[in-house]
Structure formats: structure tokens, C-alpha cells
């Protein structure tokens, strides 16, 4: 389910060093405790938009609330990652293994369970490109429902890319993580991102679950 060397791409940058993209990347410092970090799918995709908030972190695993949309409204899992090293040439951590913290309540509803590899990062680490496989995702449809209709089934894995953004960044810094990763990847979507961004906050804010964390996000990053 590892995605290849070749779908990865080789860095070509001609812009100075710390203002360019890097694939020798730390996932360590990117899930950081307190992080709050902004998941934008790209393409066709599942999970347009979702939040994470790191409670802590260690140097081998991570624990985060994970904001996802789901039926139209915004859920929330406890999730663990555990750091792992995916086709890197170097032993520094570039993924981890996501699953749920606590046994899941309602096993009709699905977990989750997931790969997730970063792949590229900006050079301020504000922000970074993720390829992602899904095994297990959750879904508050009944499982009756699902058997019914085939089209909300989620069998086997799905493949998915998605950009990372750090919380509190001003939109000028948005835009140059933009630069960075779409100089070093053609994907479709990427100049979008500063949009959906805008779009992804909007619906958090309307939502009763996600508002009251993206209040705390933003007095977190202003107090800084």
C-alpha cells in the first residue's frame, strides 16, 4: 500500500534553500504537542477537510483529536499515531500508522485505520504534502444502510493526497507553502488550496463541535 519512489517525485528547487520544498522531512516536528493542523483533500477525495489537534507528543507517536466531515456534519475520533519510516533514504521518521486511541463504542460504525506519509514540506515547516491510505474510515451510517446502498461501502484501501497547514499562519505564508509544494508537484487542486482553506475554517466555525476547538486553535496561536 506504500506509494513508490516514482509517484513521489525527486526535489527540484532553484530557489534558496530555506524558502524551498524539502523531502528530508520529520514528521516529529510537524506533529508537535498543541499543534493544530488543517487536513485539505485534494482531487477526488473523502475527507475535504478536517483538523487536528495534537494533545501530546513523544518522539514515537503522537495523540490527536481528528475534526472529519461525515453525513453533513462534523464528527471527532481519538486518534494514536505511531511514527514510522516509509521508502525514506534516512531512518528520520516520515509517516505514521494512525488508528483509534480507545475500543470502538459503536463497531457498526467503522474506525479508523490509516498510513499516512509526508512526503514534502515547506521550508518554514508551516505546512506539507501527505499521501495517504485509508484501510478502515468511519461512518456514522447505519450498517444496514450501507448494505443498500453500495455507494457509502468502504472496502478495501483508498488512496488520497491532502495538504497540511499549520493554524495561525498569516495568508501570505499560506500562499508561499503553496509555491513551494505545487514548484516541486504538477497535482491538480494545489493552487486552490489558500480557497480551501477559507472554506474548511468556514465550515468548522459553523459547526457546535468544531467551533469551540478552532476558538481555542486561534487564542493558542495569538498568544504566541
Known amino acids: 500500500a506504500n506509494f513508490t519512489a516514482e509517484q513521489r517525485g525527486r526535489v527540484k528547487c532553484s530557489k534558496s534553500e530555506e524558502n524551498e520544498a524539502k523531502e528530508q522531512v520529520d514528521i516529529t516536528r510537524f506533529y508537535t504537542e498543541n499543534s493544530w493542523i488543517w487536513i485539505l483533500g485534494i482531487g477526488t477525495t473523502s475527507y475535504p477537510c478536517m483538523l487536528d489537534f495534537v494533545q501530546s507528543a513523544t518522539k514515537t507517536s503522537a495523540l490527536f483529536d481528528r475534526y472529519y466531515q461525515e453525513q453533513q456534519r462534523l464528527q471527532k475520533k481519538w486518534l494514536v499515531g505511531e ?10 521518521y516520515n509517516a505514521m500508522e494512525v488508528s483509534a486511541k480507545q475500543p470502538n463504542e459503536r463497531p457498526s460504525s467503522g474506525s479508523w ?75 491538480g487542486g494545489v493552487a486552490e488550496i489558500p480557497k480551501l482553506l477559507d472554506n474548511c475554517k468556514k465550515t468548522c466555525q459553523e459547526d457546535r463541535l468544531c467551533s469551540p476547538a478552532l476558538k481555542n486553535a486561534d487564542d493558542s496561536a495569538s498568544s504566541k
Open 83 to 92: 511514527f514510522t519510516n516509509k521508502d525514506s533514504q534516512d531512518s528520520t
Open 113 to 187: 485505520n490509516s498510513t499516512e506519509v509526508m512526503v514534502l514540506e515547506s521550508g518554514d515547516e508551516n505546512c506539507a504534502l501527505f499521501y495517504v491510505t485509508y484501510y478502515e474510515r468511519p461512518s456514522s451510517v447505519p450498517k444496514k444502510q450501507m448494505k443498500k446502498n453500495t455507494g457509502l461501502m468502504r472496502q478495501g484501501p483508498v488512496r488520497e493526497i491532502n495538504f497540511r497547514v499549520k493554524n495561525g499562519i498569516n495568508e501570505a505564508e499560506v500562499e508561499t507553502c503553496v509555491q513551494e509544494l505545487e514548484a516541486q508537484r504538477k497535482l
